[in-house]
């Protein structure tokens, strides 16, 4: 019995901090040997300044490292100070193994063990200031929107973008502490987290535990801007489920909502209760969408794609850019109508066996990996199992606000399959036979996941 409970409390303290052993492994860099670091927990104190045109971010994270070494971390706009243990010290950008992309580390060596670290840094990405005339010459800004929109498909457009951040292997609670200063406008912030509005122009988020860089949805903006509606779901689990649907009209929520709510009852009936406390949609006319937990930013064609992504790819979440390939894949996967298939129609691909350093999802992923599931799906029904649907039921309910890999995704397959799915993985995932694809040659855009223009991405602010 002791003994038992003794495994428990192991086997729960590795769930919740699941993540450190999924980061990838430390290296050498100018003979300084660069580590990862497990963040415990970041508070983001944003102030954004009307009279001043400035907004900043100061960061304080409390992390652990196992092993001595130069920590990183990321964050695209320059750090203007850097604190370790209460010390001044500095941080440099250098290239990540491969060159496959570059981050940030703390220029002070580390014991292994736990230690705190503090940015002050700009957020120049995502803000924009809001101008009133005031005569024919003069504009005065009066208030601000700031959105901190992501993407998986090109490298460091994760939160890094904005604020600083770790890999997406890191889970770790974060709480934003949201000023505006000097602004007779009232603000208030949309976000897939708790908000509380602790005053006029001051406002709180705290987002959940389990919350890691490709999780945080945060829109800034004026009370004035956007139609809004307000309403409740029936989950099938008894809960009303708050909805809050937001764009720039009134006729667009009501076709937003009728939308959720047929793709809301398709997805519980086929996965199980909405694994979310709200649904949060941001209406707009870009082209495609992005998902978040709880929440999306999208076109109302792409607005079934990107729910289903609120439980593969933001209710369990990619580790790391080498198991991306699967949320777009099973997402694919349901936008063709859940296809059954003896073959996948390409003969091998490596867009799940790349640099471990790399963090972007492989663009091949849409047409690939769907024919692979529909693949999957064939040999399921063929040993008389109900198929992939059913599979991915199980495997979502075991794995929910984790971090997952394509090697967690294909155990469970041969687990619940009982046979082994190695060479198919080999093949056609980890590009084990000689890869003669290329990216450029077989790649089409997804509809709902298209490159966006830096104007586009830019409108959604
Ligand atoms: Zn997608």
């Known amino acids: 019995m002791r003994i038992s409970l003794i495994f428990l409390a192991f086997f729960f303290s590795l769930a919740t901090f699941a993540g450190i052993e999924q980061a990838p492994p430390s290296f050498f860099y100018n003979y300084q040997k660069i580590v990862w670091a497990d963040f415990q927990d970041a508070h983001y104190s944003l102030v954004y300044d009307i009279k001043k045109q400035k907004a900043t971010a100061t960061t304080t994270i409390n992390f652990h490292l196992q092993e001595a070494g130069y920590p990183v971390f990321d964050n695209v706009t320059t750090p203007t100070k850097v604190y370790i243990n209460g010390e001044e010290t500095r941080q440099s950008l250098i290239p990540m193994p491969q060159n496959v992309t570059q981050a940030r580390i703390v220029e002070t060596y580390l014991e292994a063990g736990d230690h705190q670290l503090i940015i002050e840094s700009p957020i120049s990405n995502g803000t924009r200031w809001n101008r009133v005339s005031q005569g024919p010459r003069h504009k005065k800004v009066v208030s601000v929107a700031s959105g901190f929109f992501i993407k998986d498909l090109t490298d460091r457009l994760f939160l890094e973008k904005y604020v600083p951040s770790n890999y997406e292997y890191d889970q770790y609670k974060m709480t934003f502490d949201v000023k505006i200063l000097n602004s007779k406008v009232s603000h208030n912030v949309f976000a897939n987290g708790d908000v509380t509005e602790l005053a006029k122009n001051h406002i709180r988020i705290e987002y959940p535990q389990w919350y890691g860089s490709s999780s945080v949805f945060f829109h800034l903006v004026p009370k004035s801007r956007f139609v809004r509606y307000y309403l409740t779901y029936p989950s099938i689990d008894g809960r009303q489920i708050p909805i809050i649907i937001y764009s720039a009209f009134r006729f667009f929520n009501k076709m937003l909502k009728d939308r959720a709510f047929e ?27 992005m998902e978040y937990p709880g929440a999306t930013a999208t076109s109302l064609v792409s607005l079934g794609h990107e729910l289903q992504h609120s439980y593969f790819a933001k209710g369990l979440v990619p580790a790391n850019g080498n198991s991306g390939w699967m949320d777009e894949a099973i997402a694919s996967w349901r936008d063709k109508g859940h ?30 990996g769907r024919s692979f599931m529909a693949y999957v799906d064939y040999r399921l029904k063929e040993i008389g199992k109900a198929g992939l649907k059913d599979f991915l039921r199980q495997y979502f309910e075991k794995r929910k606000f984790t971090t997952v890999t394509t090697e967690d995704f294909r155990s469970d397959l041969e687990e619940y399959a009982q046979m082994s799915f190695e060479l198919d993985f080999d093949q056609y995932i980890y590009g084990q036979s000689i890869e003669k694809n290329n990216v450029h040659s077989h790649y089409h855009e997804n509809p709902h996941h298209p490159q966006l223009t830096i104007e586009e991405l830019e409108s959604l602010i």
């Open 339 to 368: 296809q059954t298939h003896e073959l996948p129609f390409f003969s091998h691909s490596n867009i799940g066996g790349q640099s471990i350093y790399k963090r972007n999802t492989d663009k091949r992923s849409y047409e690939y």
């Open 263 to 289: 793709v809301l009852a398709e997805l519980e009936n086929d996965y199980g209760p909405w694994p979310h406390p709200q649904v949060l949609i941001y209406g707009n006319n870009i082209r495609g969408g």
